[in-house]
Structure formats: C-alpha cells, structure tokens
C-alpha cells in the first residue's frame, strides 16, 4: 500500500509542478477579486503583526529551535498521511537543524511539506473548527490564527536558501515551478478559512478553477487571433 502511495504521488509531481505554474495568475488575482476584506481578515492580519511584533523580542535560540521542530514534524506529517512509520526525530543541540527518518523510499511531498503546508495554522483551524460546534466564532481566534500564518511566513522565508538540503532532492527546477503558486494557494486558503470556514475554503478551491478557466479560454483565443 506505501509503495503503491509513494508511485502514486510521484507521478503527481510534475503535474503538481505545472499546474501550479500556471495557476499563479488566478491566485494572485484571487487576492483582489476573492471577498477577502473582511473583519475577521482584519484581525488575522492583526494576529500577524502581533508575531513579526513578537519575533523582534523573543529570543533568536528559542524561535530557531520551535521553527526547527515544526519543520521536522511537518516531514513527519505527511509521512504519516503518506502510510510511512516515522522512526526518528531530534533536533541539533546548537539549532543548526534537525533530522526525521521513516520506514520506506517516501516521496517529494515529504521532502517539500514543510516549505508551503502552514502545520500550526492546520492545526490551529481544527481547533477552530472543533471550538465552534460549541461557542460562537470571535476576533481572537481569528487573531490567533493570524499569528501562526505569521509563523509559518517567517518559517518558510528563512528556511529557503541555497543551503538547505531539502530543495536539491526533488530538484531546483520543481521547486521554481510548485513552491510561489502553492504558498499563494495556503495563504488564499488559509484567508478562506478565516472567512467562511471550511465551506469558504471549498469555495476558493472552485473560484481559482474559474480563474483558470477564464485564462485558459483568454489564452486560447489570444493564440487564434493570431492566426
């Protein structure tokens, strides 16, 4: 079952890649035509100054070693989502890095989870979630989600660089191709949630499927005028 995942998932990757690459127009637009201007929106984006606020003042060994564990424990999530036992995990003593291993070959969605999948804000939105079966929604809670997508911002920004061992795996190449359009596609989600739940959620998912339709038919067109 593991080996059948991890074929699987392979052949999504440069799919994955592509659409991706092609998509960045719709999500960036998205960001505009998408009703995100909203008073929750409002407080998540005070929940994300609140971090880069906090960050100035937190100290630099602390930050790097929590970054750290999430980046590995993000590895370990799709690990785990992708049937593979993960075995290890440790982190550096001087916060230079940590390591996680796993049973099996695993595939390219382990390797570059960390870099666009937000794991605290996830988390963070099942927390949500599960807390409004029983309490109404409030600014705080958006607020507190705002501050975790500030984390994984922070995260993502730092750890991408020419160093990092991860992004020579799956290839410098794919990384150019997947890596903007799918932090743009967490952001927009994230954003969605913040509005309307999982449903907004859903909701963007189709709304980027138009804008991809609407570019491609624009596309089209533009490409038989010519002739």
């Not at 963007?204 to 624009?218: M, T």
Request: a positive charge; hydrophobic letters at 55%; aromatic letters at 20%.
């Amino acid at each position: 079952m593991r080996i059948l995942i991890d074929r699987f998932i392979e052949l999504l990757k440069w799919p994955a890649a592509v659409f991706m690459l092609i998509s960045l127009p719709a999500l960036i637009k998205s960001f505009h035509a998408f009703q995100f201007m909203t008073w929750k929106n409002l407080a998540l984006a005070v929940g994300l100054w609140m971090f880069f606020l906090s960050k100035s003042m937190s100290d630099a060994g602390v930050k790097a070693n929590i970054q750290i564990i999430a980046h590995e424990f993000t590895h370990a999530f799709f690990a785990f989502l992708t049937f593979h036992k993960v075995t290890h995990i440790s982190i550096a003593g001087d916060n230079s890095g940590g390591e996680m291993s796993f049973k099996g070959k695993g595939n390219w969605l382990i390797i570059i989870g960390p870099y666009f999948f937000p794991l605290f804000c996830f988390f963070c939105m099942i927390g949500i979630w599960v807390y409004t079966w029983f309490a109404p929604m409030n600014i705080i809670l958006n607020g507190i989600l705002g501050y975790f997508l500030g984390w994984h911002i922070d995260a993502v920004a730092s750890q991408i660089h020419e160093k990092q061992t991860d992004l020579p795996k799956v290839g410098y190449r794919f990384c150019l191709m997947f890596l903007p359009g799918a932090n743009l596609w967490m952001l927009g989600s994230v954003m969605a949630f913040n509005s309307r739940g999982w449903e907004g959620v859903f909701i963007y998912q189709r709304f980027i499927n138009y804008l991809n339709a609407k570019n491609f038919d624009f596309a089209i067109n533009f490409i038989f005028s010519l002739f």
